[in-house]
């Protein structure tokens, strides 16, 4: 598995607490992109529309042989999901108020190109200031043991 993009905001802004795999419906000239490494997952999300799952406001770079066949950088592109999961998620998307966040793109041991989608729920300023004072406490106590050790 070769990880070619991850969100790492997504870690930061949200409380994750389901990850899922997920295919994504791409042309030609974005899978070249992506396999250089030309996607940002910054600001993007999945969202519902009718029975489908669709990956929205995901920047994927236009690549630079595709000449007139190249795609729009920001069209919503289609995830592919069994139905069984597609249902699932929407219950839980509707119901607790909980969203979709990309947090990782990759190629598989095939050579297919998969999505991590997570199921989070936003954290509140406070949340994230505590997880900063605590992430700090944990780096001092590591640096303190350190220098004792010496």
């Known amino acids: 598995m070769k990880i070619v993009a991850t969100n790492k905001n997504a870690y930061y802004n949200y409380q994750i607490l389901e990850t899922v795999e997920a295919g994504l419906a791409l042309t030609g ?3 070249k992109s992506i396999r250089e490494g ?3 997952l910054k600001e993007s999300y999945a969202e519902f529309k ?3 799952l669709f990956l929205i406001d995901c920047n994927i770079s ?3 042989a ?4 190249n795609h729009e950088p920001t069209r919503p ?3 592919l999901l069994h139905r069984r999961e597609l249902k699932r998620l929407a219950g839980k998307v509707q119901e607790r108020g909980f969203t979709l966040i990309p947090t990782k ?7 297919y190109i998969k999505i991590e989608l997570a199921l989070a729920r936003g954290k509140k300023t406070y949340e994230k200031r505590q997880e900063i004072k605590k992430r700090e406490v944990e780096r001092e106590i590591r640096s303190e043991i350190k220098k004792r050790l010496r």
């Open 38 to 40: 030309r996607i940002s």
């Open 77 to 79: 592109r289609k995830l």
């Open 66 to 69: 595709a000449n007139v066949f």
């Open 105 to 111: 793109v990759y190629l598989n041991d095939r050579g």
């Open 50 to 52: 009718g029975r489908e």
């Open 62 to 64: 236009p690549y630079h």
């Open 29 to 31: 000239s974005e899978v």
